[in-house]
């Protein structure tokens, strides 16, 4: 049967977290609309986008939220994280102060978004192998310590992009359900 845009069994919010610079936007755009934005453009900031998935037999509609930039002054409001059911809290894996971020993204995620929400943890730009200064297994550590999930992406040549939200929106079902 042909599906509406608009018909889906379940809705969820998930947010978009990490430092300037990482590919959250790209994440966002190769996931919903198959686009990248090369190196130097300024993403102009969606509120959010949307796309459906199937799990389970049901259609499940994730609702994306991007930053507009304001996470370089570090004043996300809390209306971003208003009943985000998850989160995918995203590095570059070539740039370390990325990676040393993370602490306080975690701290900031507890704080203002609900209990509950389910994090992903995203090492992005994983095409730029040889510029890698976070091994793998430091993600990983990271993410055993928090109890998260773990991944490595390349929004630039699409490589687990997919599978990162699949995943994310998985755990949520799961848990949810
Ligand atoms: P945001 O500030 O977190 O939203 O990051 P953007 O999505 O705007 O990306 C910041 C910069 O990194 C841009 O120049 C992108 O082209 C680049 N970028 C994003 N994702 C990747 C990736 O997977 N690989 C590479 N090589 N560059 C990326
Ligand atoms: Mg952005």
Known sequence: TKQNEDTYDFLYK???????????????TRFCRNEFTLAGKTTVGVEFATKSVQIDGKTIKSQIWDTAGQERFLAITTAYYHGAVGALLIYDLANESTFESLDKWLEEIHEQAEKGIVIMLVGNKLDLEEKRVIPTEKGKKLAQEHNLAFIETSALDSTNV?????????QIYEMKK
């Open 162 to 170: 997919e599978l990162a939200f699949q995943t994310l929106v998985s």
């Open 14 to 28: 998930i947010v978009l977290v990490g430092d300037s610079g990482v590919g959250k936007s790209n994440l966002l």
